[in-house]
């Protein structure tokens, strides 16, 4: 089984709406969860740690349901400039200082 | 400007013939790392250094060899590469303890023949 799953899309959407990804994870010791934005032939970027508690940046919200192990990324308001790979992340186990990475969620806004 | 840098940004080459990949950055990150991307698989953890002359291996690190001389050096060797070894690389440097948040580099991209 995979450290992290992710839908792998794509998920194509209009200007305007609101488009939600989820992340699975395996191992429930992990210790910390990110979500990163790949654009095409570009290296990734991190686009906001997730929090126990969720978090926003702007049009941006992300939570961790550590009983369900999941992660989520809610995007409002979807720009043509969201179009992008979205990339899970789970620091691994505990003692260890491994990154796992999903293999992406690919989001297309269109105009 | 803070930075990862790799060099070369492409290579092609042939089964056997040993190359080294270059990395560098200038944020005085202990925390180095390199990663392989291949189209289904994601990123894919080759090795990682949490300093100076400390490194281990990361999920994927056969037919792989690195080095941690220098704080800022983090280089990545194939000593004889194979063509399953053709793939997206990035480099990436990070604080201890913000692992989790790195700076990748732009990526080599490695075509073995």
């Known amino acids: 089984r995979k450290e992290v799953e992710q839908d792998p899309g794509p998920f194509n959407v209009p200007e305007g709406a609101t488009v939600a990804f989820n992340c699975t994870y395996s191992?429930?010791?992990?210790?910390?969860f990110f979500w990163y934005r790949q654009d095409c032939r570009k290296e990734p970027k991190l686009l906001m740690s997730v929090y126990s508690s969720g978090n926003e940046d702007g049009r941006f919200t992300a939570q961790l349901n550590r009983a369900s192990q999941y992660i989520s990324l809610l995007i409002r308001d979807s720009k043509l400039s969201d179009s992008a790979t979205y990339l899970c992340?789970?620091?691994?186990?505990?003692?260890?200082?491994?990154?796992?990475f999903g293999t992406g969620t690919r989001l297309t806004v269109i105009p | 400007e803070a930075q990862v840098t790799q060099n070369p940004r492409y290579l092609i080459t042939v089964t056997g013939k040993k190359l080294t990949v270059t990395c560098s950055q200038n944020m005085n990150h202990e925390y180095m790392s390199w990663y392989r991307q291949d189209p289904g698989l994601g990123l894919r953890q080759i090795y990682y250094?949490?300093?100076?002359?400390?490194?281990d291996k990361g999920d994927v690190p056969e037919g792989y060899k690195v080095s941690r001389k220098e704080k800022r050096n983090f280089p990545l060797i194939l000593e004889s590469p194979s063509p399953n070894q053709t793939s997206l690389y990035f480099c990436?440097?990070?604080?201890?303890?913000?692992?989790?948040?790195?700076?990748f580099g732009p990526g080599t991209r490695l075509t073995v023949l």
């Open positions: 191992n429930s010791a992990s210790q910390s």
């Open positions: 992340v789970v620091h691994g186990k505990t003692g260890a200082n491994n990154l796992f």
């Open positions: 990436a440097s990070s604080q201890i303890g913000l692992e989790g948040s790195q700076f």
């Open positions: 250094s949490m300093n100076v002359e400390v490194t």
